[in-house]
């Protein structure tokens, strides 16, 4: 009985030991998980202060581009990366 309740907390301790380590292996930045609103409504923001006019349908492509370019610079900046472009 001692050897079954031994081998029972090995699997045990082992379960709770891979779970740990696959939760340090997450990125902290996925692009394709679901956003909170609060993320969008930041996003947004983030955009509007870049120059981004979403009622600004004639220049829409390139506006939306140089906005996108921004945003990205200053999340690698605050990230402490650097962008290759």
Do not use: C, E, H
């Not at 380590?21 to 902290?28: D, E, G, I, L, Y």
């Not at 692009?31 to 609060?38: H, I, V, Y």
């Not at 923001?45 to 600004?56: F, H, I, M």
Request: charged content about 20%; glycine content about 8%; overall charge positive.
């Amino acid at each position: 009985m001692k050897i079954v309740s031994l081998v029972g907390l090995g699997a045990l301790l082992a379960a709770v030991s891979m779970s740990s380590a696959f939760a340090q292996t997450s990125r902290p930045y996925d692009p394709s998980a679901p956003l909170t609103r609060a993320q969008v409504k930041a996003d947004l923001a983030a955009w509007r202060a870049a120059g981004y006019d979403p009622l600004d349908w004639i220049d829409y492509p390139d506006n939306a581009q140089r906005a996108g370019r921004i945003v990205a610079a200053r999340r690698a900046q605050q990230m402490g990366g650097s962008t290759a472009q």
